[in-house]
C-alpha cells in the first residue's frame, strides 16, 4: 500500500517570504509524484510532477519541489510568495498497478499569503 | 479553464435520494477519474474508467456506480444518499490510464439534507 503525509495542515507566510510545503510517502514500489494546487471553489491543478531523471522539479508559478529518495519526501517550495498563491495544496502519489495508476492524494495544506 | 466539464454545480437533494452527476472529459481524454472531497475524508479516489472500461477502484461505496459511454462522457450515480454523502464530486480526465497528469473539472457540490 502506498499513502501520503502533508504534515502541516495550515501554513501562514508574509507575501514575499519563502515558503516551504511539506510531504512525505510511503511506498514499496517506485512512484510517481505531483503536487496540485486548489484555489477556491475551483478544481485541482498541477504544479509540477516527478517521472524520473533530475530529482529538482520546477512547476508552474514559480514553485519547485525536490524528489528525495532516502528521506521518501517531496517538498513544495517557492523562494517568494504572492497573495495570489493563497490556495490548497495536494501531493499525490501514483504507482503503476496492473497498467493502471493507483492515486492518493494527502489531506491538503492551506497556503494563507498575509499582505 | 481545463476544459473538463461537470453538471450540475451544485445539487441539493433529500436523504434516500438518488442523484446522477456527469462529467465530459477534455477532448481527446480517453481516461476519467472521479474523486470525493469532504471534510472529514479530504480527497478521495473513487473510481478510473478508460475507453469506457472500469480501470481501477478506490473508496466507492456498494452505493455509488459509475459508467463512462462511447462518447466517452461519464456520470457518477449516488444512490440511497445520506447525510455524510455532502461532498465536492470531482472529474478529472487524461489521455492515457498511466499518465497522470489530469485534469480536473470544478467539481459537483453535493448537499444532502
Known amino acids: 500500500a502506498q499513502s501520503v503525509t502533508q504534515l502541516d495542515s495550515q501554513v501562514p507566510v508574509f507575501e514575499e517570504a519563502p515558503v516551504e510545503l511539506r510531504c512525505n510517502y510511503s511506498?514499496?514500489?517506485?512512484?510517481?509524484l505531483f503536487w496540485y494546487v486548489q484555489y477556491p471553489n475551483q478544481g485541482l491543478q498541477l504544479l509540477l510532477k516527478?517521472?524520473?531523471?533530475?530529482?529538482l522539479v520546477k512547476g508552474i508559478n514559480g514553485f519547485e519541489a525536490e524528489f528525495n529518495k532516502s528521506q521518501t519526501s517531496f517538498h513544495l517550495r517557492k523562494p517568494s510568495v504572492h497573495i495570489s498563491d493563497t490556495a490548497e495544496y495536494f501531493c499525490a502519489v501514483t504507482r503503476r498497478s496492473g497498467g493502471y495508476q493507483k492515486v492518493t492524494f494527502g489531506t491538503g495544506t492551506k497556503l494563507q499569503v498575509i499582505p | 479553464d481545463s476544459g473538463v466539464t461537470q453538471t450540475p454545480k451544485h445539487l441539493i437533494t433529500a436523504t434516500g435520494q438518488r442523484v446522477t452527476l456527469r462529467c465530459s472529459p477534455r477532448s481527446g481524454d480517453l481516461s476519467v477519474y472521479w474523486y470525493q472531497q469532504s471534510l472529514d475524508q479530504g480527497l478521495q479516489f473513487l473510481i478510473q474508467y478508460y475507453n469506457g472500461e472500469e480501470r481501477a477502484k478506490g473508496n466507492i461505496l456498494e452505493r455509488f456506480s459509475a459508467q463512462q459511454f462511447p462518447d466517452l462522457h461519464s456520470e457518477l450515480n449516488l444512490s440511497s444518499l445520506e447525510l455524510g454523502d455532502s461532498a465536492l464530486y470531482f472529474c478529472a480526465s487524461s489521455d492515457s490510464p498511466q499518465a497522470f497528469e489530469a485534469f480536473f473539472g470544478q467539481g459537483t457540490r453535493l448537499t444532502v439534507v
Open positions: 511506498s514499496s514500489v517506485s512512484v510517481y
Open positions: 516527478y517521472l524520473s531523471g533530475s530529482t
